[in-house]
């Protein structure tokens, strides 16, 4: 039996490595990793590691490593098929049961090409429109009308699909094709096959995913025909789901501005970045998801979500709270905008100007208040009735937020709401949680609860094992903390496992001794940010620029990085391990991470700032490049101020750059 690789990556991302080693391995919190008694060789101090972050083990004694499969099958004896049906059957994931046999192996490789086709289709769609703009002058005169720039229609790609049925015909000779049909692109009559065009007589917006690819389409009318818009249907290319229009052309001006405007409408996208909100993108007719607000939060940490201010647009946001409320983590911002009843985003900036709405976007309802707002719909707070109802109303709510500072601060809000103690809502919310669970058959299983006697949140860590020195007898300073014993007690003792009955009291923790050079400082950056690739939230363009024009093979693996991150967010090792096994990079990444320094240890801040102390260098030779590059272009053309103008900012950033490495302290 042969499993897809998009299953088995899937798979590792859901899983939880320390849960699967937990189960036969009694492991310790030890800083960022959870440490135990290698189960592969016999040993009496720990050096067994096991990384939540990277979703990887590792032993610095005898050198085994691997991801959650891998371990079931060294340590429990399971065959590939075996360990994925377990793991699998943990998260609730079905495995594929048919065989791939030659001709599915084909298949497989003919839907990718199919893929590859298919956007080459709707580019050829894409440039079609654009040329008919040209042609049709009211269409022109349209967008003018408007507001829209030739720059603003170049940047976002802007056609126009004119009247008729049938005029893709002349761009695709072959109109049968039915690749025509899987685009989007043509309509296949039910009763008769007649072909037509979807889009007819609309200005048309090319919706492109996070690498720039048209994926399918968006129309609207020029006057008020209905439906406005028209939006392509689900392709193998378009889920609308999963979608945002304008992400792409977004994405500079989300990291410079810090935050993405969500709206509702293309021509709200267009009109904001017109009037400089180069930073909006909207949904593609549909409510807000999970995958929407997943996507947006790995382009910045701040979303600012706008709707109107009627009934539809109260539900709408209702729908984004619900969407945006698993990712609201004690670091990120969500905040909601409702314009005047009358007015959208477009509108509304026409009428008013830009400062008035930025005035409405500084003054956004931040994500607490609206939920407090949310929640109290239809209840009369002067009543006890009515706060109980809140109290009701705000549990789902509020249970949706990750655990954190955050979630209890609202908790701490919606108490003071309902006029009742802090303590005494969290127990009458626990009471009806677990009233919920007797009602429920086969529902999930409910997460662990924390014994009192761990030791809290907010204890110092000690520090993670290193791979270039052995572990010491120092004691640890640090205090203890508890993950998944072998017979799953957490009762605060040492055992190798219940067959082996040898009990220990304490571990020495690791000596803090020097870390042993890498062999280049590019070849560290590679694996700093294949360990922890959420460290590319923490960069800048400049460092991504940076980092994207070293020699290869580093530059290439590194672009690789930053399209993984911005297609599927911040990923573990062991999910991106399967997918540099396809990949050209595969061999040199792989002798990285598998090398002596490979995976990086130490604290994640400690590793950031390592990653930095590397681009600090790197920044500044970049940086001197261009410098160059400059000045004999300046040489070249001296009357050009431009290209002086520029030259000046490069020596500025240099000296800047100096400053702050200089400046900082040991």
């Known amino acids: 039996m ?30 960022a990793n959870f440490m135990g008694l290698c189960p592969f060789h016999g040993e009496k101090s720990p050096s067994f590691s096991v990384s939540p972050s990277k979703q990887f083990y590792h032993c610095f004694g005898c050198g085994k490593n691997g991801n959650a499969i891998g371990f079931l099958m060294e340590h429990a004896g399971m065959g590939f098929v075996e360990a994925v049906n377990d793991l699998a059957g943990q998260v609730g994931m079905v495995v594929p049961q048919e065989d791939i046999s030659p001709q599915e192996r084909e298949r497989q490789a003919a839907a990718k090409l199919k893929q590859a086709t298919l956007n080459d289709v709707l580019e050829r769609a894409g440039n079609a429109y654009r040329h008919q703009l040209k042609e049709h002058a009211h269409a022109v005169q349209y967008l003018k009308q408007r507001g829209v720039s030739g ?52 200005i048309m917006f090319p919706i492109r995913n996070v690498k720039g ?16 818009y028209l939006n392509s249907p689900e392709t193998p290319l378009f889920h609308k789901g999963r979608e945002l229009y304008g992400l792409f052309e977004a994405r500079d001006a989300l990291r410079s501005m810090g935050y993405v405007l969500v709206t509702e409408g293309y021509m709200d996208v267009v009109a904001l970045a017109q009037l400089g909100f180069p930073n909006a993108v909207a949904t593609l007719g549909t409510a807000c998801t999970n995958d929407h607000v997943q ?23 209702h729908k984004a709270l619900e969407a945006a409320l698993p990712y609201a983590n004690d670091t990120r911002s969500v905040k909601f905008l409702f314009l005047p009843a009358e007015h959208d985003p477009d509108s509304f900036i026409r009428e008013h100007g830009s400062d008035a709405f930025a005035r409405h976007v500084a003054n956004a309802l931040p994500l607490s208040q609206f939920l407090l707002e949310a929640a109290s719909a239809e209840c009369d707070l002067g009543q006890a009735q009515g706060r109980a109802k809140l109290s009701s109303q705000a549990r789902p709510l509020w249970n949706l937020l990750p655990d954190g500072a955050f979630k209890r ?12 103690d802090t303590r005494e809502l969290s127990e009458l919310w626990a009471q009806a949680e677990a009233q919920d669970k007797r009602f429920q058959r086969g529902g999930a299983r409910p997460a662990p609860s924390h014994s009192p006697y761990d030791a809290p949140p907010h204890a110092p860590a000690a520090p993670d094992w290193v791979q270039e020195f052995a572990p010491s007898g120092h004691v640890n ?40 050079a890498p062999s280049t400082a590019p070849d560290q950056a590679v694996r700093l940010l294949l360990s922890q690739m959420k460290f590319l939230e923490q960069l800048d363009n400049d460092d991504l620029d940076t980092l994207a024009h070293q020699p290869a ?54 590793q950031l700032q390592e990653l930095r102390n ?24 001296p009357s050009d101020s431009a290209i002086k103008a520029h030259y000046l900012a490069l020596v500025e950033r240099r000296k800047l750059l100096r400053d702050r490495v200089t400046s900082r302290p040991e």
């Open 2 to 31: 042969s499993i897809p690789q998009s299953f088995i990556q899937e798979l590792l991302s859901r899983v939880d490595v320390v849960d699967v080693v937990g189960r036969y391995v009694q492991l310790k919190k030890g800083g």
């Open 151 to 202: 720059a603003i229609s170049s940047k976002y790609g802007l056609g126009y699909a004119p009247p008729g049925w049938r005029n893709l015909a002349s761009v695709f000779p072959e109109y049968d094709d039915p690749q025509l049909q899987e685009s989007g692109l043509v309509i296949v009559g039910e009763d008769d096959d007649k072909r037509y065009d979807r889009f007819r007589d609309r």
């Open 213 to 228: 690819e048209c994926i399918g389409f968006g129309g609207r009318v020029l006057g008020d025909e209905k439906p406005k």
């Open 295 to 317: 996507k947006l939060f790995r382009f910045t940490d701040s979303v600012v979500f706008s709707f109107d201010g009627d009934a539809a647009g109260r539900r709408a946001a």
């Open 409 to 420: 601060l609202v908790l701490g809000e919606l108490a003071a709401k309902i006029q009742i």
């Open 477 to 516: 300073p640090y205090g203890d903390r508890w993950r998944g014993t072998g017979n799953g007690n957490r009762n605060g003792e040492w055992k190798r496992g219940s067959k082996f009955g040898r009990p220990q009291d304490s571990w020495p923790a690791p000596s803090l001794g020097p870390r042993v």
């Open 553 to 606: 093979p580093h530059g290439p693996l590194f672009a690789w990085i930053e399209s993984q991150f911005q297609e599927h967010g911040p990923q573990p090792w062991a999910v991106l391990q399967e997918r540099l096994r396809d990949s050209v990079h595969g061999t040199f990444a792989l002798q990285l991470m598998e090398g002596p320094h490979g995976h990086p240890e130490g604290e994640e801040a400690e």
């Open 614 to 637: 590397i681009l600090a260098p790197l920044l500044a030779k970049r940086i001197e490049i261009l410098e160059t590059e400059a000045l004999k272009a300046y040489a070249a053309n």
